[in-house]
């Protein structure tokens, strides 16, 4: 069993109410969370060259940073203060790599992004398995600033770099009988040193409602700060849906099937008294070992109140409307 590491970015929050030594994090319920070894992360290898926003027209050099002040904000950006890079790279959960904080920057050296492909499937007119480059190169890349908010109650401030997830579901043309999509993670042990315990089971599974997914809001990022995401992110694919908690946003996606029905989803089977389907950022559902009603924003020192929807309640909540919220959680 890992212990808790310390919050490397910040100091002791004097309006914490729920001590760590009294409220276990995730990790420490699920039984038999080990401590895994493995190399060190390379923060910045692989990178890219990513086209950007229509409209900006730029190729991005590697290792280029997104200067949000040299750019217009686009129609679903925040103008809130941006989480930096070296701690959005640095503290996160990737339980692949590990459950500690800092595990997922130094362990995902292990893990290669090329070659890469991704298998869209189920109930569509279109399958196809196609590699990470080709499929990158179907769309033009959109800078989005989104607000990030874990369940655990952090939040940050992320620029991705991507493309819709409902262009790429209009390409590949769901049939009738889709109503739902999963998608799925690269299962690989020897890549993924997370894996090699039973902390969750692999691979790791998310779902959206179809509705949800062709949402405009709904992103496929391949980039973060104007650069290649790092793998400790998710590279070189991740899904984000920024009105609902971090963990839906599942990370290096290998497949992506439409189904008719609701997808088993991963914490949902591990917690299903603490982790629903929906995940909507909600102040008003409380949860058993977190406060939902307000947050830490990383490099802040007080806690926010937390919006409902994420701040996002005016794009979305009409998806959500005449569902009781309190159980569809």
């Given at each position: ?79 809130e ?37 991704v ?38 401030v ?80 991740r ?20 189904t ?20 909507n ?49």
């Amino acid at each position: 069993m890992t212990s808790t590491p310390p919050d490397p970015q910040l100091p002791a929050d004097p309006e914490d109410t729920t001590p760590e030594t009294q409220v276990p994090p995730r990790r420490e319920f699920l039984k038999n969370a080990a401590l895994f070894t493995g190399t060190v992360a390379a923060l910045g290898g692989g990178l890219e060259l990513l086209t950007r926003r229509p409209g900006a027209a730029a190729q991005a050099a590697p290792g280029e940073l997104m200067a949000q002040a040299r750019r217009p904000l686009g129609p679903y950006d925040t103008s809130e203060p941006i989480t930096p890079y070296a701690q959005a790279t640095t503290y996160n959960n990737f339980y692949e790599f590990g459950t500690g904080k800092d595990d997922p920057a130094r362990l995902a050296g292990s893990l290669r992004t090329r070659p890469w492909t991704v298998l869209i499937d189920g109930e569509v007119r279109k399958p196809v398995r196609v590699d990470i480059d080709t499929l990158q190169s179907w769309f033009p890349l959109e800078d989005r600033i989104y607000r990030m908010r874990c369940v655990e109650g952090w939040s940050m401030v992320m620029p991705w770099l991507g493309f819709p997830l409902g262009a790429l579901l209009r390409r590949i043309e769901p049939n009738s009988k889709a109503k739902y999509v999963q998608f799925t993670s690269l299962h690989d042990p020897k890549q993924f040193p997370g894996q090699r315990g039973d902390v969750l089971d692999w691979p790791y599974v998310e779902g959206l409602r179809l509705d949800e997914a062709l949402h405009p809001l709904t992103f496929m990022a391949v980039g973060l700060h104007g650069r290649a995401l790092p793998n400790q992110n998710g590279a070189p694919l991740r899904l984000v849906v920024p009105w609902k908690y971090g963990f839906k946003n599942i990370k290096s996606v290998v497949r992506i099937t439409l189904t008719q029905k609701q997808p088993r989803t991963t914490w949902a089977l591990a917690a299903p008294d603490e982790y629903g389907f929906y995940a909507n950022v909600n102040p008003k559902v409380p949860h058993p070992r977190w406060s939902q009603a307000t947050e830490r924003r990383i490099g802040e020192l007080r806690r926010r109140p937390t919006l409902p929807f994420n701040g996002y309640a005016e794009e979305v909540a009409s998806l959500y409307k005449g569902m009781d919220l309190r159980r569809f959680f």
